[in-house]
């Protein structure tokens, strides 16, 4: 395995602590295993330009997803943040591609 890879699962398997335990205890691996491959294959056909799209993707379920879920207990606050990070997350891209 290529050292950028590796670090990058690494920080990849770091970032799903963000996730509900729960959630981690039942799907950690298997995450895990399908990042990897989707970074080998990125790395391998598509170059850097896959690599951020691929780790974009991640930060955006990241924000979308793990934390609202991590927050859950607290229902306004994580709604509040879910679509407080979606909008922030659509105007950067909006404003990047346009």
Same mark, same amino acid.
């Given at each position: 395995m290529k050292p950028m890879v590796r670090? =990058?699962?690494?920080v990849y398997r770091s970032l799903l602590l963000?996730?509900?335990r729960e959630l981690q205890a039942r799907f950690r691996t298997d995450m895990a295993e399908v990042f990897e491959d989707l970074l080998c294959e990125a790395v391998d056909q598509g170059?850097?330009?896959?690599?951020a799209t691929l780790w974009c #993707? +991640?930060? +955006?379920?990241?924000?979308? +997803?793990a934390l609202p879920s991590r927050l859950k207990p607290n229902?306004?606050?994580a709604g509040g943040l879910s679509f407080v990070l =979606? =909008?922030?997350? #659509?105007? +950067?891209?909006?404003r990047a591609v346009g």
């Open positions: 670090a =990058s699962v690494y963000v996730y509900p170059g850097p330009r896959d690599v #993707t +991640v930060f +955006v379920e990241l924000a979308t +997803v229902v306004i606050i =979606s =909008s922030l997350i #659509t105007w +950067v891209f909006l």
